[in-house]
């Protein structure tokens, strides 16, 4: 499987684990005031990460057997956008040497990457990218907790597509995300995210973590970043 496949469904991954973060220096009086400041966090929150720059290791894994592994390190360019540098490539599977296997093999990874664009179509909903929709999620939503972590579970249903889920577990101090996970349907197949958060010193909350399971077409995806570096000052008060 190209890594380019892949990586237009991690495009959408980075979208989902956006860092969903509330303000916690004022008290939240309504529904409204916490889907403003979430946003607001948010849009603080992205641009702290664009004076970082990380390793994103990826394996796309399909019937149980590691097809391809991809580390790039990732930056933001001066256009806002994600930019990545290779930095190890593996892959597992051959290219066929007949015309016919070729086009075959072709025909599949078409299919594929229409499939994995529609799929972070569906998964960029899930990022709540407005103030009404995370508005209508914390409105529906069950919170629970703090448990002995000190976290709260909110967990809403029906979010996006009917039968649908989504938990976010948040810090009850810090009101830093720790958790994403999200059940949903694409094409009549169930597909799986789960994501875990890590708040750095300066900060930072960013995802550590990722999969993205699809059981009925046995892929999943699996995304790791590490070695978080600031290779940019931060701007003056």
Request: charged share 30%; hydrophobic share 35%.
């Given at each position: 499987m190209k890594v380019l496949i892949v990586l237009i469904l991690i495009a959408g991954l980075i979208t989902i684990v956006l860092p969903q973060t509330i303000v916690a220096q004022r008290p939240l009086a309504t529904?409204?005031?916490?889907?403003?400041?979430i946003i607001e966090a948010r849009k603080a929150n992205a641009a702290l990460m664009r004076q970082y720059s990380w390793n994103s290791c990826t394996e796309w894994i399909e019937e149980g057997k590691?097809?391809?592994t991809h580390m790039d390190m990732v930056s933001y360019g001066p256009d806002g956008q994600l930019q990545?540098?290779?930095l190890y490539d593996r892959s597992s599977s051959g290219v066929p040497s007949g015309f016919l296997d070729r086009a075959i093999a072709e025909r599949k990874r078409k299919r594929i990457e229409d499939y994995l664009t529609g799929l972070r179509s569906l998964l960029d909903q899930y990022t709540l990218p407005t103030v009404s929709k995370v508005l209508d999620f914390i409105n529906q939503a069950t919170t629970t907790g703090p448990d002995a972590s000190g976290l709260l579970v909110m967990t809403g249903y029906?979010?996006?597509?009917?039968?649908?889920s989504l938990s976010l577990w948040t810090s009850a101090t810090t009101r830093h995300t720790q958790r994403v996970e999200a059940s949903t349907f694409y094409q009549e197949d169930a597909v799986m995210v789960t994501a875990a958060f890590n708040t750095l010193y300066s900060g930072l909350n960013c995802m550590v973590y990722a999969e993205v399971k699809i059981p009925a077409r046995k892929l999943k995806v699996?995304?790791?970043?590490?070695?978080?570096?600031?290779t940019e000052l931060a701007p003056s008060p």
């Open positions: 529904s409204a005031d916490m889907a403003v400041q590691e097809k391809d990545r540098t290779p029906s979010v996006v597509l009917p039968g649908d699996h995304v790791q970043n590490v070695d978080f570096h600031r």
